[in-house]
Structure formats: C-alpha cells, structure tokens
C-alpha cells in the first residue's frame, strides 16, 4: 500500500490552470473574490423578504401620495431580477469549482438590481412634486446605508455600487434642477454638493471594505497560527509514541546479546511487532491528513491485553511488576493501534511514577460497579492503576492538560495523558484520573461497548 500523500487540486471550469503557484493563485483570488460577493447576499439572507416587502410597500405608498407612477413597474422588474439573483447566488455558493463566468454573472445582477433602485431615484427626481423629490432623497439614504451596511462585504460589489450612485446623484441634482427652475450658478453649486457626497460615501465605503477585508485577512491569520500550534501538538504527540515504541526495541536489542540463541526469535518477533505499530502509527498519521476515519475493529480484550502485556513488560524495570486482568471474552469496538497507544502511554505514566519499584495492574471490566451510574451500564471501564507516588490536588486538576509535564527536562513530553483523554473523547467516552500522594493513581478509561 502507498501511504505517499498527493495533493491534488481539483480542475477549474472557466480557468487556465498552466503551472507553477501562478495559476493557483488566480484561482485562490477568484475563490475569494466570490466568497465575498457571495457574502453580501448571504449577509442579508433572512432580510430577503423583508427587503422585497419595503420596496413594494414604497413603491406602492410614495405613487399613492404623489411620486412617480413608474415606481410601481420598476419595482415589479426589480422583485425579478432579485429572485434571479437570490437563485443565483445560492447555485454559485454550492459550486465546488469556481469559474470566471460565475463572478461576472454576480455583478451583472447585482448591478441590475442596483439599476432599479438607482431608476426609482431617477423617475422621482424628474417627475416635479415635492413628495416625489423627497421620496428620491429617501431612496438614495436607503441605497447609500445598503452600500455601506451590505455591499462594503465585496470590493467588486462595492465598485458596481459606488459607480451606479455617482450617477444617480449627477441624474438627481439634475432633475431637480429642471424642476426647480434653478439658475446656472445653483446648478453647478447642486452637482458639486451632489459631488461632494458621493466622494465622501465612496470614501466611507471603502473604508469600510478595506476593514472587513483586513480583519478576514487577520481572522485566516489566526486560522493558520492555531494550525501550526496542533501541527506542533500533533508532532509532539507522535514524537512521545515513537519513544514509547523505540524504547521496546531498544530493550529488546539489549537482550539479544544476553539470551541463548533458542530465545532470540521471541525477542526478534517483539521487534518485528513494534516496528508494526510504528507503520499503524504512521499510516494512522497518513489518514488523519486525508481526513480518513478510524480504523476501528472489534476485538477481544483477554486476548488483546495478553498480547500487550508482552509487549509493555518491555518497557519496565525489572523492579515493577505488570499484571492484567481483563473479563473472558469481553469485546470493544476501537481503533486497536490508537487503544493500544492510549494504554501504554498510561503504563509508561505509572512506570515513571514507581521510582522505587511497585506494581502496575491492567484491567478491563463493565462499568456496572454498586455505586455506578445506570447510563455507565453498556460501557467498558479499562483501568491502569499502580501504588507508586501518586500526584497532589493541584496537579491532577490540570494533569490532561498538553505540555504539562512534572518530569525533569528531557524526560516527558507532557502529552501522554492530553493523548490519552483526546483518544476516550474521540471514542465518545472520557478519562477519570484518581490519585493520593505517595499512595498511586488510577487511570480509568470509560468506553462505549
């Protein structure tokens, strides 16, 4: 099996892919320029309605009290063309592959819909009565707080709107004056009024976008610090299991040279095995990188617990004795090289504990103990407990914690019981920590049968 991992880029319709990290990072800046367009409409997702039901409720209301007539059939394309560009969206936010077609089509619609608006401005402010003119003032509020609430979510949203407005503005200082009647001089006065404006919304805007656009920048910043720091956790993790399994190698080499020829096969055959659970180790690694599952199997934890019995003794003085004691054929549906992992990391805790020597006790039994909860009575309680010196209040309130170490540098990573409670959550049990200084702890491991 090829464990080699291959990281593929899916083709992009619409795309000259070529090669090298060009390509890619026209893709990479497409994707983002349609997450964010997409955004502005997903932003006001539940305000569709509403915002649909305002533009007819003011069409209808403004014509009704004396603005323009047109507003009515503006409104109507308008509801249209917004339900197209609603489906849109919500077609193009599905899409696994983004296309360059995709991004022009979303400024198309959202220019018309803008268009629509911009046109109930427009017919008002030519149309000649005072409530047509302040329905236009009010239109244009309306249109410049959306431009600045919503559409600042996407530069390219923003550019389609900000031009449209700078427009619509010079259309409605002109309109007014017409229907005023004003003189030149109050013209030129009207559209550098209307100028003015517009630049200081264009200005807000884009102070807007540029806000949003450094915190997402600042948010993906974060996003990779915290994968670095799991990477470094993960690597931590791997490199404490990788001791676990080499100091089983380590101690069966040492041997070789002291046991007659006829035991040497046993020894070779332990070696053999660690190295195996090296190749789990890694291909365990190999599949979280590709978001694989578990392996899980159902095994039989006698058998289980005898066969690792042989493979921890390995890892002990000769001053601390291990026993296991496991119900007859009880059974637990896990991943056996991840348990496995969990089991010896609690084992090589209780081995640094016994500095003078002591016994560690493996068991494995239902958690239907007198005392119990009910709810625990489908569960498997898997117990490491030994008499060695024990930890104190304090320390045991943070002992899963990661990098919390008591061990002297050099000795302890401080990831074993991290790893270990992280394997019982995963499994959807957890990890109960007992212990009384200078008497021993007890290490329970609760999991679903």
């Known amino acids: 099996m090829d464990d080699s991992i291959t990281l593929e880029r899916p083709a992009r319709r619409g795309l000259s892919t070529g090669s090298g990290s060009a390509a890619f990072d026209r893709t990479e800046l497409l994707r983002r320029r349609l997450s964010d367009f997409i955004s502005v409409e997903k932003g006001q997702k539940t305000a569709h309605v509403t915002r649909r039901v305002l533009v007819v409720v003011a069409a209808v209301t403004m014509t009704v009290f004396g603005a323009s007539p047109l507003m009515l059939p503006i409104a109507a394309v308008f509801l249209v063309i917004d339900m197209i560009y609603g489906r849109q969206v919500a077609q193009v936010s599905v899409r696994p592959a983004p296309e360059v077609g995709d991004l022009t089509r979303l400024r198309v619609l959202h220019a018309m819909t803008m268009l ?38 996407s530069a390219d949203a923003s550019v389609v709107t900000l031009a449209i407005i700078t427009v619509t503005m010079q259309l409605m200082a002109v309109g007014i004056a017409l229907q005023e009647g004003h003189e030149t001089t109050d ?54 299991d990788f001791n676990n ?42 599949d979280k990188g590709r978001r694989r599952p578990d392996r899980s199997e159902t095994i039989v934890l006698d058998r289980f617990m005898d066969d690792f019995a042989t493979f921890a003794r390995r890892v002990l003085p000769a001053n601390v004795r291990l026993e296991v004691d496991a119900s007859a054929s009880l059974r637990l549906e896990t991943d056996p090289a991840r348990f496995e992992a969990a089991l010896l990391n609690l084992v090589v805790n209780s081995r640094d504990a016994l500095t003078e020597g002591g016994t560690i006790t493996v068991s494995a039994r239902r958690a239907s103990a007198p005392g119990t909860d009910a709810s625990l009575s489908n569960w498997i309680a898997v117990t490491v407990a030994d008499d060695g010196s024990g930890m104190s209040p304090e320390v045991l309130a943070r002992a899963t914690e990661a990098f919390l170490t008591t061990k002297p540098p050099g000795k302890g990573t401080g990831m074993g019981l991290a790893m270990v409670r992280d394997f019982a959550e995963r499994s959807g049990g957890r990890l109960d920590l007992e212990s009384v200084p200078s008497e021993g702890t007890k290490a329970r491991l609760l999991l679903p049968a």
């Open 116 to 153: 629509c608006l911009a046109a109930m401005i427009v017919v008002n402010a030519f149309h000649g009565t005072n409530v047509s003119q302040n329905a236009a003032a009010l239109l244009l509020f309306a249109f410049s707080m959306n431009c600045i609430g919503h559409d600042s979510r």
């Open 187 to 240: 013209q030129v006065f009207l559209h550098l009024g209307m100028a003015m404006a517009t630049l200081y919304l264009i200005h807000v805007t884009l102070e807007a976008v540029a806000t949003r656009t450094h915190l997402i920048d600042r948010t993906d910043e974060l996003s990779h610090a915290r994968t670095a720091e799991t990477v470094g956790r993960l690597t931590s993790g791997i490199a404490h």
């Open 245 to 286: 399994l080499l100091t089983v190698m380590r101690g069966n080499i040492d041997l070789l040279a002291e046991v007659p020829d006829a035991d040497r096969a046993a020894l070779l055959k332990e070696i053999g095995a660690a190295t195996d659970r090296g190749g789990r180790l890694v291909r365990q690694l190999l």
